[in-house]
């Protein structure tokens, strides 16, 4: 039954990676089609002034080709249209600008000096490669070849059809003399990715959907095995019980008494397994949280088996965190692959399932958590830098470190090598900043409708309202840090 239930884990992992191309694909095209058209239909780019003192500008290979084992029909029936606009910067001189099949344009300037297109760069200026050759060159005018072709002054324009082969596009005065120079504007029209987008979107759902329909399965426990689920009961005891509780969101962690000196120096590498399991996991949570919001917009219940799969990603991420990275090192236990709560974690998190949430937060939580997002973006894992260059200004760099949590751990784990024992003042506060993490998470995750409190929680247990701090595991003096600074020394000394 284990083996089995880690097929269905792995199997789902690896379904979830097709749905999430399908998805990002989809709503890239979606995104791209509504708001990158102008209001003729057409995606324009503009490129920097094109200019040669050769007697024409050419692109490189521009092919269109269908799919192998398609029939060419399949891309002509796409009906994607091309639009070249050019304006000579001599208005006095008459340009012509053409399409035309590669061959035949290759033909028509092999022994002529002019430069080809052969790439853009990121702001669209232009990267030519030069083709040597005479000055002298037929007019354009005069070649049947071309597909699409324009000439006169002022503003030229063309629109082509887009049809199966290897075309080149062409810049030329219209007398074929050299020094060309010209403005030009490049659109593409794609009335099928209207149809595309939508189709990649069902279908990355259609995949995503029963990817972490397969997880779950995979993380169901048997009937005969024992576990531990306290997020989801639905006695009037446990609800009445919960209800009391500080917050909806309830994370705790022990402290091992006896860690290994050095071990936390390669748990992360331990942790790998769980790492490559988590980012799948995890891009699953961003799906079902979306299709969880619209639920609420239209039920106000957030559904019952994407509410536990959430739960699972952040248990299990909290799991790993505690054992490898800023959530403490605090346990040498190796952590289990398992969405659900085991005997014995040295880490637990459980969030109260919410009966009835709120239709208008939907849209506006991200916006009401953003002094929590701050906060959690330096606590997290984001870098804070000053930037010298266009104005002094400070920037948050998400990808540029561990954060105060990660030199928190950092600290922990010297104090352990050397010393052989956690401070536990040190434990209690980075259990309360990762409890502020997971709770401003899960509000922004639409998991509860409390907000977050500005309140730091330290300790490996939550206090109930009212009651007394609980008392370290150890033989070790608990530090408060929100004591007065005078207490915070004299513990020093």
């Known amino acids: 039954m284990r083996s089995t239930r880690t097929a269905l884990l792995i199997i789902g992992c690896v379904l979830m990676i097709p749905g999430l191309i399908l998805l990002l694909v989809g709503a890239a095209l979606g995104f791209g089609y509504a708001f990158g058209r102008g209001t003729d239909g057409y995606f324009d780019a503009t490129l920097d002034r094109l200019a040669t003192p050769t007697a024409a500008i050419t692109t490189d290979d521009i092919t269109f080709a269908a799919d192998p084992g398609s029939p060419d029909w399949v891309l002509d029936a796409l009906d994607a249209d091309i639009r070249l606009r050019a304006t000579s910067s001599d208005v006095q001189r008459e340009i012509f600008i053409g399409i035309g099949p590669q061959a035949e344009v290759d033909e028509y300037l092999d022994d002529v000096s002019h430069d080809v297109v052969i790439d853009l760069t990121d702001d669209l200026d232009p990267v030519y490669a030069s083709e040597g050759g005479s000055a002298n060159v037929a007019l354009p005018t005069e070649q049947d070849f071309w597909a699409a072709s324009a000439v006169g002054l002022g503003d030229q324009e063309i629109t082509w059809e887009a049809t199966t082969g290897e075309w080149s596009a062409v810049l030329m005065n219209a007398d074929g003399s050299a020094g060309v120079i010209a403005d030009v504007n490049v659109g593409t029209k794609a009335e099928f990715l209207v149809p595309l987008a939508v189709g990649l979107l069902i279908a990355g759902f259609v995949v995503t959907a029963a990817a972490i329909a397969v997880i779950i399965a995979g993380t169901r426990p048997s009937s005969n095995e024992p576990v531990r689920d306290t997020a989801n009961v639905d006695s009037k005891a446990t609800e009445s019980s919960l209800a009391e509780k500080a917050s909806p969101v309830r994370l705790t962690a022990t402290l091992d008494p006896e860690l290994s000196r050095w071990r936390w120096l390669i748990k992360w590498l331990l942790a790998i397994p769980h790492f490559i399991v988590l980012a799948f996991l995890w891009m699953g949570f961003v799906v079902a949280t979306f299709v969880a919001a619209v639920s609420i917009l239209v039920t106000r219940t957030y559904p019952r088996g994407i509410f536990e799969f959430n739960v699972g990603v952040l248990r299990w991420s909290w799991r790993v965190s505690h054992y490898a990275t800023t959530g403490g090192l605090g346990t040498d236990r190796y952590p289990a692959f398992s969405l659900r709560a085991q005997p014995g974690d040295a880490a637990t998190l459980d969030i109260h399932y919410p009966h009835e949430l709120s239709r208008g937060l939907v849209l506006v939580k991200w916006l009401l958590a953003l002094p929590h997002l701050l906060i959690v973006s330096l606590l997290a894992g984001s870098s804070v830098r000053w930037l010298a260059f266009e104005g002094d200004r400070v920037s948050f760099d ?37 409890r502020w993490i997971y709770r401003t998470v899960a509000y922004v995750a639409l998991m509860t409708d409390e907000y977050p409190p500005f309140r730091l929680d330290q300790g490996g247990t939550e206090a109930q309202p009212g009651s007394p701090p609980t008392a370290p595991p150890s033989g070790e003096p608990h530090l408060d840090l929100r004591a007065a600074p005078e207490l915070v020394d004299e513990h020093r000394q």
Do not use: E, W
């Not at 540029?400 to 506060?429: E, K, M, T, W």
């Open 398 to 434: 998400a990808t540029g470190g561990g954060g105060i949590l990660g030199l928190l751990s950092f600290i922990a784990g010297l104090v352990l090598l050397f010393r052989g024992r956690y401070p536990q003042a040190l434990f209690d506060l980075i259990l309360g900043f990762n």
